[in-house]
């Protein structure tokens, strides 16, 4: 069963960066489209950003200009990094396989609580 890690997440003041990271159980990034997605308290789950396997990547709303999402292959890992950040980035954030539907193909992992103070 694959098994999606995040990390790097944390508590921030507006205006700040940071990355994260997230690791998968398998060698299955290498051959499909991964995406970050973000889930605040009270919403439901977004996708914000995702990379194809060929690396080619896309940014949906306010994410856009602001983040930017990468992958190492040989490590079966992909990044988000996140700057500018704002309050309203402030949600518990996760990664997995992005389905044809644009939902998750896998099993949630835990994600990653980042908080954005004002």
């Known amino acids: 069963q694959v098994q999606l890690v995040e990390s790097g997440g944390g508590l921030v003041q507006s205006g700040g960066s940071l990355r994260l990271s997230c690791t998968a159980s398998g060698n299955i990034m290498s051959l499909n489209t991964m995406g970050w997605y973000r889930q605040a308290p009270g919403n439901q789950r977004e996708l914000v950003a995702f990379?194809?396997?060929?690396?080619?990547?896309n940014y949906l709303g306010s994410a856009k200009g602001r983040f930017t999402i990468a992958r190492d292959n040989a490590k079966n890992t992909v990044y988000l990094q996140m700057n500018t950040l704002k309050p309203e980035d402030t949600a518990v954030y996760y990664c997995n396989v992005v389905a044809s539907w644009g939902g998750g193909t896998f099993h949630w992992g835990k994600g990653t609580l980042v908080t954005v103070s004002s």
């Open positions: 990379i194809t396997s060929g690396g080619s990547t």
